[in-house]
């Protein structure tokens, strides 16, 4: 297991690798961020990209998305998996903002993930990118990565890599690391075909070390 320096320095390693790594969904508003963010389950940035201007233009606000019905949504996500679930999940997030919080999009955990569709990896996202607040949002990516670095035990939970990778790395840093680790796992530790033999992280990590030999 990773020590709370080594995991540091890992991250580092990542961070001087893609110097640039960000958020990658594109989005007008905090409301537009969530809708987009709520897309991005078991989909691309890229495809969520693609679909989202006409969405977002035909329904500028929570108020225009709550008046209408999941089948009025699903011609504009219908290039996205599970594009049913997830146009219910558009309108009954927004009604819930709506109804709820006066048409604002919430700024608390809690609330977040009051809101249909939203769990506690979209609400960590949205607290970081639109609130500036503290959060480490782990997603398959990061979990990935975590496990295979053995900065967590292997069958830890997300909750678990979460609150690990919390105490490992300072909180002014977490929103970095996050997508430091992201770009790690979409580029290089990938799911199939990771670069192992090639990787500046070899000499600490075992799961390379084993699919190299």
């Known amino acids: 297991m990773l020590t709370d320096q080594e995991i540091r320095q890992a991250i580092q390693v990542m961070r001087q690798s893609f110097p640039n790594a960000s958020t990658t969904l594109k989005a007008d508003t905090t409301f ?3 809708l987009a963010t709520i897309l991005s389950a078991q989909a691309t940035d890229k ?3 693609f679909t989202t201007p006409a969405l977002f233009q035909r329904f500028p606000g929570p108020n225009d998305l709550a008046a209408v019905e999941p089948e009025d949504v699903e ?3 219908k290039r996205l998996g599970l594009y049913r679930n997830k146009a219910k999940y558009l309108v009954n997030c927004s009604r819930a903002i709506v109804d709820n919080f006066g048409g604002t999009v919430p700024h608390t955990r809690k609330e977040l993930m009051s809101l249909p569709g939203v769990g506690r990896k979209v609400a960590d996202v949205v607290l970081a990118e639109c609130f500036k607040i503290p959060a480490f949002a782990v997603d ?3 979990s990935r990565v975590a496990r295979r670095l053995a900065m967590v035990e292997p069958k830890a939970t997300l909750l678990q890599i979460e609150h690990r990778l919390m105490a ?3 909180e002014d840093q977490w929103l970095d690391a ?3 680790m992201i770009f790690w796992g979409r580029y290089q530790c990938t799911a199939r075909n990771p670069k192992c033999e090639h990787c500046p992280l070899l ?3 075992k799961y390379g070390q084993d699919n190299v030999m």
């Open 32 to 34: 537009h961020f969530l």
């Open 47 to 49: 495809s969520v990209n």
């Open 75 to 77: 011609p504009y996500i």
């Open 140 to 142: 398959t990516h990061v």
């Open 168 to 170: 490992a790395v300072p």
């Open 178 to 180: 996050h997508h430091s």
């Open 203 to 205: 000499a600490m990590c």
